[in-house]
């Protein structure tokens, strides 16, 4: 065997052994893909949606929060969860007004 033909051989295998590497690669990839998405599908068709389960808790968690950050203090002032304040004894367009600017939260259910 000539040095060329050793070369040729070699890089033969060589070329060979990258497509097989290739191969089990893509494959492993495609394989780990359908499993991740039929794991999803099958809670998705049960009912168990994780998005929406963990909405639940933080509004849930967050109307909680929100009842107890507007209890009203001894000084006479309460405050919202966003952090202002107003005084009870100011005028009652004042009191629409911030009532009227904090958003409802948002509460989901599944269908």
């Not at 033909?5 to 394989?31: C, Q």
């Not at 949606?49 to 000084?75: C, E, R, Y």
């Not at 004042?94 to 009227?100: A, E, G, R």
Request: aromatic letters at 4%.
């Amino acid at each position: 065997m000539t040095p060329r033909e050793i070369a040729r051989e070699h890089a033969n295998r060589k070329r060979a052994r990258i497509h097989r590497i290739r191969v089990r690669v893509a494959t492993l990839t495609v394989t780990l893909f359908i499993a991740v998405f039929a794991v999803i599908y099958v809670q998705m068709v049960q009912g168990h949606d994780p998005v929406l389960a963990k909405n639940t808790t933080t509004s849930a968690s967050s109307a909680a929060s929100a009842s107890t950050g507007s209890a009203s203090s001894d000084d006479g002032s309460s405050s919202s969860d966003d952090g202002s304040s107003f005084d009870d004894h100011s005028s009652s367009s004042s009191d629409q007004s911030s009532s009227s600017s904090s958003p409802a939260p948002v509460q989901t259910t599944q269908s």
